[in-house]
């Protein structure tokens, strides 16, 4: 698709080009989609129903430009470390392709489109903005004096959870923020399986991660996350009310759950990675059931 793209460009613009979507991740989706559905999650059960179009549009855009951001950021911090780690020595910044300077001017365009975006929304939404900013601004930074970034990196894309909230129903009800722990335990839980691709590249170069601190206990763990998520999961249904097809889609993520526990239980590289891009099936099916759920109420 990028190629497809690339090609309409000049010549001399495809390169510099193609090393900025590479930057943010743009060729790489699955990062997105995880945030799309917590984000959609959230505009259904705020809208009790399909949300209205306005807010659907603005967050459905949003999570794509604010992941891009926390991507450029995330690499502009790393800079350093990404040199030194096999799997990402050769992003952009860590090969020398884009400097540092242009990284953060990215970040800076994409949090200013995003900001413009959320200006269409009302002044609640306007104002837990800023905190969403703050937290994908701080992430990546965090690796470095504590163990558990994945918990900040889950508080960063389940923000859009009580904006969604704020943006259809101008308040953000008790339910929003149940569901919004149960994003940050799900975002801990995946990422967390994700660092297990790095955790010997990270121990070396001193980086630090929820991988590195669960050690030997880190299926456990994430076993224990697991059935945590689930179970907030089956409390937002009964408090929202929820029929069949939303406890289809529990079971189903339940069952996906299980397979990702059988990957990783080498803890080999490509096993474990393959488990975390199972986790988009895991939002998938889930809002699947939601919506489902909600248009036959």
Same mark, same amino acid.
């Given at each position: 698709?990028l190629?497809w793209?690339?090609?309409?460009?000049?010549?001399r613009w495809?390169?510099?080009?193609?090393? #900025?979507?590479?930057?943010t991740r743009?060729?790489?989706?699955?990062?997105?989609l995880?945030?799309?559905?917590?984000?959609?999650?959230?505009?259904?059960?705020a809208?009790m129903?399909?949300?209205?179009w306005?807010?659907?549009? %603005?967050?459905?855009?949003? /999570?794509?430009? &604010?992941?891009?951001a926390?991507?450029a950021i995330?690499?502009?911090?790393?800079r350093?470390?990404?040199?030194? /780690?096999?799997?990402?020595?050769?992003?952009p %910044?860590?090969?020398?392709?884009i400097?540092p300077k242009?990284?953060l001017a990215?970040f800076f365009?994409?949090?200013?489109?995003?900001f413009?975006l959320?200006?269409?929304?009302n002044p609640?939404? #306007?104002?837990?903005?800023?905190?969403?900013?703050?937290?994908?601004?701080?992430?990546?930074?965090?690796?470095?004096?504590?163990h558990?970034?994945q918990?900040?990196l889950?508080?960063?894309?389940?923000?859009?959870i009580?904006?969604a909230?704020?943006? /259809?129903?101008n308040?953000?009800?008790?339910?929003a923020?149940?569901?919004?722990l149960?994003?940050v335990v799900w975002?801990t839980m995946?990422?967390?399986? =994700?660092a &297990?691709?790095?955790r010997?590249?990270?121990?070396?170069?001193?980086?630090?991660?929820?991988?590195?601190l669960?050690?030997?206990?880190d299926?456990v763990?994430?076993? %224990?996350?697991?059935?945590?998520?689930?179970?907030?999961?089956t409390m937002?249904?009964?408090?929202?009310h929820?029929a069949?097809? =939303?406890?289809?889609? *529990?079971?189903?993520?339940?069952?996906? &759950? *299980?397979?990702?526990?059988?990957l990783?239980?080498?803890?080999e590289?490509?096993?474990c990675?393959?488990?975390?891009r199972?986790n988009?099936? /895991?939002?998938?099916a889930?809002? &699947?059931?939601l919506?489902?759920?909600?248009a036959?109420?």
């Amino acid at each position: 698709m990028l190629g497809w793209l690339l090609k309409r460009l000049p010549e001399r613009w495809r390169a510099p080009t193609y090393d #900025i979507l590479v930057l943010t991740r743009m060729d790489r989706p699955v990062g997105a989609l995880l945030l799309l559905w917590a984000c959609w999650w959230a505009l259904w059960l705020a809208a009790m129903d399909f949300p209205p179009w306005k807010p659907w549009l %603005i967050f459905t855009l949003g /999570v794509f430009v &604010m992941r891009s951001a926390g991507c450029a950021i995330n690499d502009y911090a790393d800079r350093k470390l990404d040199a030194q /780690v096999q799997r990402t020595r050769e992003r952009p %910044i860590a090969a020398g392709r884009i400097t540092p300077k242009r990284a953060l001017a990215v970040f800076f365009v994409l949090l200013l489109v995003a900001f413009g975006l959320v200006l269409l929304t009302n002044p609640l939404t #306007i104002k837990l903005s800023f905190g969403g900013a703050a937290l994908a601004a701080i992430y990546p930074f965090t690796k470095r004096y504590t163990h558990l970034p994945q918990v900040v990196l889950g508080a960063a894309f389940g923000w859009s959870i009580p904006m969604a909230f704020a943006a /259809v129903a101008n308040h953000v009800p008790p339910l929003a923020w149940l569901l919004f722990l149960a994003n940050v335990v799900w975002s801990t839980m995946y990422d967390t399986e =994700y660092a &297990m691709v790095d955790r010997e590249d990270d121990l070396k170069v001193g980086a630090k991660s929820t991988a590195i601190l669960f050690g030997e206990l880190d299926r456990v763990i994430i076993a %224990i996350l697991m059935a945590t998520f689930l179970l907030a999961m089956t409390m937002v249904g009964h408090r929202a009310h929820l029929a069949w097809p =939303y406890w289809l889609g *529990v079971t189903v993520a339940a069952g996906l &759950m *299980v397979w990702q526990q059988w990957l990783i239980r080498g803890r080999e590289r490509m096993p474990c990675l393959h488990a975390f891009r199972n986790n988009n099936w /895991v939002g998938f099916a889930l809002w &699947m059931g939601l919506a489902v759920a909600l248009a036959i109420r």
